[in-house]
């Protein structure tokens, strides 16, 4: 099936070009799945949902920005549409503010457990993003390691959102068991078909098998900017 992902672009400092509430990235697990940057409203959840859309991701932590304050707004209004959210998505990076992983996953997980809502799951996201990351790629696949083992202590269940061309330039041809043993691969490539038809796309990290696909950006949705993503 089809779900939908709300996006907002990573960020490593505070400065931004819109409201707090367009710290979003969602999606929609059903028939769809959209990426968008701006905070939907009632009736956006309304109208994704009337559009067949069964499942949404919104995103928890985003770089220099930190916590999503308005996650609970989200998450309640896209239930009240009738979606399903039991996981949000995290994009953490070590020259952001507060990402130290014993500062920010902490931060994460008390989050998580003052809104008492039920998500079970994060997905870390991997992704290039100006100043947010290290030049040294082993420093960041160490940090996103570090990461890792932290949100593990805090008995937080997880996933990897990211590409073959993502993963590269962050961390280049590292692998850890610790990720494609243990972590689900929600990878991105935009080719516009619902299914796991391109191997070399996904083989990367030590995975050879993903859980989901994004597999067409730039969607237009109920008004908004989306991706579209694939679950099997």
């Not at 931004?16 to 999606?27: G, I, P, T």
């Not at 457990?113 to 290039?128: A, H, Q, R, S, Y």
């Not at 949100?151 to 996933?159: E, V, Y």
Request: contains cysteine; hydrophobic residues 35%.
């Amino acid at each position: 099936f089809f779900f939908l992902m709300i996006r907002r672009p990573p960020r490593s400092t505070q400065s931004r070009s819109s409201a707090a509430s367009d710290v979003y990235k969602r999606q929609t697990q059903s028939t769809w799945d959209v990426s968008i940057f701006s905070d939907p409203s009632e009736s956006n959840w309304v109208c994704i949902k009337q559009k067949g859309h069964s499942f949404a991701v919104i995103q928890i932590w985003n770089g220099g920005i930190n916590l999503n304050k308005v996650l609970k707004k989200g998450i309640l209004g896209a239930r009240k549409a009738g979606l399903t959210v039991d996981s949000v998505y995290a994009f953490l990076c070590p020259r952001c503010r507060n990402n130290e992983p014993t500062v920010g996953v902490p931060m994460i997980a008390k989050y998580l457990k003052e809104l008492n809502l039920g998500i079970k799951k994060v997905w870390l996201d991997v992704e290039p993003c100006e100043n947010c990351w290290y030049d040294d790629k082993g420093k960041n696949f160490n940090y996103i390691i570090q990461v890792t083992r932290e949100f593990t202590k805090a008995g937080i269940s997880l996933g990897m959102y990211t590409n073959l061309n993502m993963w590269h330039q962050v961390v280049g041809d590292h692998k850890d068991s610790i990720f494609y043993q243990k972590m689900g691969l929600w990878y991105a490539h935009y080719d516009n078909v619902p299914s796991f038809n391109n191997r070399q796309f996904y083989s990367f990290g030590g995975w050879t098998k993903p859980q989901m696909k994004q597999f067409k950006g730039d969607y237009q949705l109920c008004g908004l900017d989306v991706d579209i993503n694939w679950i099997p």
